[in-house]
């Protein structure tokens, strides 16, 4: 019987071999390399989170995930965006339960406990008579991230309050391509409709390795597009503002295209 060592970080730095170009598949399939890289990575690093187009006005809010964390993006009153954890700090039920919506305040549906757009606490179901001892209510608002900063109208959070700035996190090359995509018009960018989501069993690293340094897989697994005759417009789901153009995008990728990548 073959015995697994237990992943650590200085282990995990062995799996991948940059001189041969290889990977250990344990990258995308270990539960401790996943746990590790949930602490390591999404509790340490700046996330993104939304757009800020996607809240515009006070008490607007969309629901997230920090890692495994879930989290409610909204603007308050003054116009601020907080994220904070989308779990009520009596007895950790999930506050809100909806991808987007707007609310003056978030409830909390197990026992009523309330809270303002900036997190803190707003009231509590008769608190005398079923609270004894003196309760600090004014300290159990929501918990907030440690930090948010937003770049182009993107909004990014983390845990760590140590960590530094995030335009020192933004490569020079990224850079570039997030201010060619985003800093076409004078308004900024907005999304528009709802967001577009698929559920696929498969390691989260996954997306980031398909769609940023995979293009050869098109022509193959997405024919229906990839091939040079295919009369394909890339225009994304996301435009400038009153630049005149109509809403939607033509990626030649319905219901056939959608059932040709289903996973088998």
């Known amino acids: 019987m073959t015995t697994i060592e237990k992943i650590t970080p200085a282990h995990a730095a062995s799996l991948v071999d940059t001189e041969r170009g290889t990977v250990s598949r344990r990258l995308y399939v270990d539960e401790d390399l996943f746990e590790l890289e949930m602490e390591q990575i999404f509790t340490r690093s700046w996330v993104f989170v939304g757009l800020e187009s996607e809240i515009p006005e006070p008490g607007d809010y969309v629901t997230r995930n920090m890692g495994t964390d879930p989290v409610i993006m909204v603007r308050d009153n003054d116009g601020e965006i907080g994220v904070f954890h989308n779990?009520?700090?009596?007895?950790?039920?999930?506050?809100?339960?909806?991808?987007?919506?707007?609310?003056?305040?978030?409830?909390?549906t197990y026992h009523g406990w309330s809270f303002n757009l900036d997190g803190s606490h707003a009231a509590s179901f008769h608190p005398k008579e079923f609270?004894?001892?003196?309760?600090?209510?004014?300290?159990?608002?929501?918990?907030?991230?440690?930090?948010?900063?937003?770049?182009?109208?993107?909004?990014?959070?983390?845990?760590?309050?140590?960590?530094?700035?995030?335009?020192?996190?933004?490569?020079?090359?990224?850079?570039?391509?997030?201010?060619?995509?985003?800093?076409?018009?004078?308004?900024?960018?907005?999304?528009?409709?709802?967001p577009q989501r698929w559920i696929a069993g498969q390691n989260w690293k996954i997306g980031g390795i398909n769609f940023c340094?995979?293009?050869?897989?098109?022509?193959?697994?997405?024919?229906?597009?990839?091939?040079?005759?295919?009369n394909w417009r890339i225009c994304g789901a996301v435009h400038g503002r009153h630049d005149g153009r109509e809403p939607g995008c033509d990626h030649r990728t319905g219901a056939k295209h959608a059932a040709q990548s289903a996973p088998r």
């Open 87 to 108: 779990s009520c700090p009596h007895r950790g039920v999930m506050i809100c339960q909806a991808d987007q919506g707007h609310a003056k305040g978030l409830v909390c």
């Open 131 to 194: 609270y004894r001892g003196g309760v600090p209510f004014d300290e159990l608002g929501l918990h907030k991230v440690a930090q948010i900063e937003t770049y182009a109208g993107l909004v990014f959070a983390t845990w760590n309050k140590e960590l530094g700035p995030l335009i020192e996190t933004i490569t020079e090359s990224s850079r570039w391509y997030l201010d060619l995509l985003l800093g076409r018009t004078p308004l900024g960018m907005e999304v528009l409709g709802p």
């Open 213 to 230: 340094g995979d293009g050869p897989h098109a022509p193959t697994l997405h024919s229906v597009i990839g091939n040079r005759t295919t």
